[in-house]
């Protein structure tokens, strides 16, 4: 339901109308609900999972190189030379696939933030209603129970034990107990017990709203690819201007000098081969084959359940060299399972220790091990005593005579049996062992000796529990409050009988992920908001070696300096904030890593925001998805090596066609530069042109951006572009200004001219392919081969001469063509082995011809 957002008032307005003890018992009426929403005072949630449409549109048409190709298109259009408007498809191309990818993901995600929205139940005219989140109005009473998400911020009006884990928000992972008037905010997760509460802020003005509203600012993605294409574009943009005027001003003379130009017509000519030079010095091609790579990667991750929301994140990937994980929901997948029983008392026997989750328990157990199964089989049971069911499963046939629920202010819980149920006739208390230290409670018990061993326990990443008994010391009253009270108070001598530990569960595929990232060279931190000692033990238990002490989180400096040199040489860090994880990822960054950020809590989204690439988990909070990168749908972490390896193939198949297309543009820059300078008509129409790019460029290089590739990132990717580039652009050039030399001494038709040129010019181009490609493959020969045959169709088919405009050379122009192609194709050769062997005396193979690419 759409919310008027221009009639939007102070909720204190809306306040006076609502009568508190009406509200508590019977909820909004209909009539209130209705003005609520009128009001725009409904739970209406921002939809801006990503960039908006029109930011998608903005990103993918304005740029300078759509510019430059359109105002090239314009000009051939005013003249009417239509069939020379192919070089413009690129560009187009280019636009289309880029917006149809990301607006594709933008849908997704919306998709499933949306399915994730779950109903809730608000008191409405004195009757408990199911209604959609975004049906929540101001002053709405919200009934919460055990597993529920807190939809909006409120105030509690009653509490049933009512405790709720706010680590999406904080990071901590210990519950809270709400009591009346204490307050709730939105994102957080009922996980004990039951309670009312009256609806506060709503919508924007949530609490975890506003904090998902800031992360989601956007932020331009750290692409070394896009930074490398924006250099490009930048400098093009400096020496396009002062390169056009000298290539219009050079075809103008060759074609008479300026007034015989405008005089004759011929300045159309003029303008259309002016158009062909500075077109071929535009690389959009290398800006299409950069986005169908991604387009093709995010298109088979998300058949792997990975959502790419912004094309360049599997480059970033590739580049990451620290991995900052949150423990819970990365490593280990938010639920508690039971570990082991070590009874403590004569009350539990030695054929009953050490129970694993998978045990069963038989009719005729001991009465120790019923109550357990009493306490696992409680419907509003926590997290931790629900993981008893598995391994205690024969419950008591004796009905409870009273019962205390599970409250995270006490600690404990508790069960009381009559005098006529044998075994299990007594309290029994399930609670955390410092309940102990309570004075009058325990019997004869070396309290600090077993609390010493709990904390060992904790140490190893385990939680702990204590079962302990204490009989009855007195009648139980039918209907009273019970002998302990509303739970107020412990029952006296009270004996320890069994310490039960549990253990998050980790999840199963992150030790060989962890396993495969050191193997890469990438350095793991652990960032959590619970203590050290238990991030550290999960680290332990999935196999990370963790470098120096766990790191409590309030220790560390706030000195940029210091606080670089601790996460330099600590590997895990506990109790640390939202603000502590943003600052920990800008301090890594400032040091000159790229930072890849793991989590799923609204806890983790301003850190992901600033990291490099944030990975988001499926299940993890929608503010948390909306910042991200880069979404593991199904939060198997496991994902992550085929990510990496996808984005490597892009860096180095991008890479690969950056030579081809940057060689492209030198040469272009250097042809019109040459030619206008020497007052010579330009060698090519664009038509002609357009064909020589889709047969020495474009079609490889398609083929190219998709084929395996391994290899490991190298930085630099632009300076080795450029190292191999301007060789091979001056080899090209060299050999096509020789040919139109002799077609002049030769007084031979400029449609010859050129027909000799675009020969000349492809065949060295494909010899240009064949040394990027190598070591040669039969694919890659098979490739090469495809396009010397298309050479040969383009010149030879009746057709391809007409439209192209191309007439057959005169023998002796031809024989020179052929040696001209000779002498480019040993120059190229040449020069691409000095280039190679200056990269390895430098230390940089990374344009290494050498390397064998994974086929």
Request: hydrophobic share 45%.
């Amino acid at each position: 339901m759409a919310a008027q957002r221009t009639e939007i008032r102070d909720p204190a307005e809306t306040r006076s109308a609502v009568d508190p003890a009406t509200l508590e018992s019977e909820g909004l009426n209909s009539v209130q609900v209705l003005e609520r929403h009128r009001l725009g005072l409904a739970n209406v949630q921002p939809r801006t999972t990503s960039r908006s449409l029109t930011e998608i549109l903005r990103t993918h048409l304005m740029t300078l190189f759509n510019l430059i190709i359109g105002i090239c298109a314009l000009a051939i259009i005013v003249l009417g030379r239509w069939l020379d408007l192919l070089f413009a498809v690129a560009a187009v191309a280019n636009v289309i696939i880029g917006l149809f990818q990301e607006y594709s993901a933008k849908r997704k995600l919306d998709a499933i933030a949306l399915l994730h929205q779950d109903s809730v139940r608000a008191l409405r005219d004195g009757m408990l209603l199911e209604i959609h989140r975004e049906q929540i109005v101001l002053d709405d009473v919200i009934e919460l129970h055990r597993g529920d998400e807190v939809p909006a911020d409120g105030t509690v009006l009653s509490s049933a034990g009512l405790d709720v884990d706010e680590s999406m928000l904080t990071g901590e992972s210990d519950a809270v107990p709400k009591r009346r008037d204490e307050q709730l905010l939105s994102g957080t997760a009922v996980v004990a017990g039951s309670g009312r509460f009256r609806v506060t802020a709503v919508g924007e003005r949530a609490h975890a709203v506003k904090l998902a509203t800031e992360a989601k600012r956007y932020q331009k993605i750290n692409s070394e690819l896009r930074r490398a294409l924006e250099k490009i574009a930048f400098w093009l943009s400096l020496v396009l201007l002062p390169i056009v005027a000298v290539v219009l001003n050079g075809q103008m003379q060759a074609f008479g000098g300026w007034n015989a130009a405008w005089a004759s017509g011929q300045w159309r000519d003029a303008v259309v081969t002016a158009v062909s030079s500075v077109t071929a010095m535009i690389p959009q091609g290398l800006a299409l084959m950069t986005t169908i790579a991604f387009a093709v990667a995010a298109v088979k991750l998300s058949k792997q359940n990975v959502l790419i929301q912004e094309q360049p994140a599997v480059e970033i990937l590739a580049r990451v060299d620290v991995v900052c994980l949150d423990k819970t929901g990365t490593l280990t997948d938010g639920t508690i399972a039971f570990h082991q029983a070590t009874p403590l008392t004569p009350l539990g026997h030695p054929e009953a220790v050490d129970r694993g989750p998978d045990s069963t328990a038989l009719e005729g157990t001991d009465g120790w091990e019923q109550a357990l199964a009493f306490f696992g089989a409680d419907e509003h049971a926590n997290a931790t005593a629900a993981a008893l069911r598995a391994p205690y499963r024969a419950l008591p046939r004796h009905r409870a005579a009273s019962q205390v629920q599970f409250s995270s202010a006490r600690r404990w819980s508790a069960v009381t049996f009559a005098e006529d149920s044998g075994a299990l006739a007594g309290h029994w208390v399930l609670g955390a062992p410092e309940m102990l230290r309570q004075d009058a409670v325990a019997s004869g018990v070396e309290v600090d000796a077993l609390l010493r061993r709990t904390d060992a326990l904790s140490s190893r990443g385990l939680r702990t529990m204590l079962l302990a008994h204490a009989p009855l010391d007195g009648p139980i009253v039918p209907g009273g409050t019970g002998p302990l009270g509303r739970g107020e108070r412990l029952p006296q001598d009270l004996s320890p009988v069994a310490l039960l530990t549990f253990k998050e569960n980790v999840r199963p595929e992150a030790r060989a992920t962890l396993e495969y990232f050191r193997e890469q060279n990438v350095a793991l931190k652990v960032i959590s908001g619970d203590s050290p000692k238990t991030a550290a033990a999960v680290a332990r238990e999935v196999g990370m070696a963790v470098e120096g002490d766990a790191v409590d989180a309030s220790t560390l400096p706030s000195d940029p300096a210091a606080l670089r040199e601790v996460l330099e040489h600590h590997s895990v860090f506990g109790r640390v904030s939202p603000e502590q994880k943003r600052l920990m990822v800008e301090t890594l960054k400032s040091a000159g890593h790229v930072v890849a950020m793991t989590g799923d809590g609204v806890n983790d989204a301003l850190a992901m925001k600033k990291a490099d690439l944030g990975i988001a988990m499926g299940d993890g909070a929608p503010a948390t998805k909306a910042v991200s990168r880069m979404v593991l749908l199904d939060g198997r972490f496991d994902r992550l090596p085929s990510v990496l390896a996808e984005g490597r193939k892009v860096i180095a198949n991008t890479e690969r066609v950056a030579h081809l297309f940057l060689s492209k543009t030198a040469y272009a820059i250097l042809l019109g530069l040459v030619y206008g300078l020497l007052f010579w008509e330009f060698p090519f129409l664009p038509r002609q042109f357009s064909t020589v790019d889709f047969l020495m460029l474009g079609c490889p290089a398609f083929f190219l951006a998709l084929m395996p590739n391994t290899r490991l990132y190298r930085p630099g990717f632009l300076r080795r572009s450029v190292v191999f580039a301007i060789p091979t652009a001056l080899a090209i050039v060299l050999s096509v200004v020789t040919v139109s030399a002799f077609g002049r001494y030769l007084a031979e038709p400029a449609a010859a001219i050129q027909t000799a040129a675009t020969l000349c010019l492809t065949a060295v181009g494909l010899w240009v392919l064949n040394v990027a490609l190598r070591p040669l493959t039969p694919l890659r020969v098979t490739l090469i081969s495809c396009m010397y045959l298309l050479l040969a169709a383009v010149l030879l088919v009746p057709v391809s001469q007409q439209y192209h405009l191309f007439a057959m050379p005169s023998t002796e122009l031809l024989s020179a063509t052929v040696v001209s192609i000779i002498i480019g194709c040993g120059l190229v050769d040449v020069g691409s082995r000095a280039t190679t062997a200056l990269a390895r005396r430098r230390g940089d193979s990374g344009n290494s011809r050498t390397q064998v690419d994974a086929e």
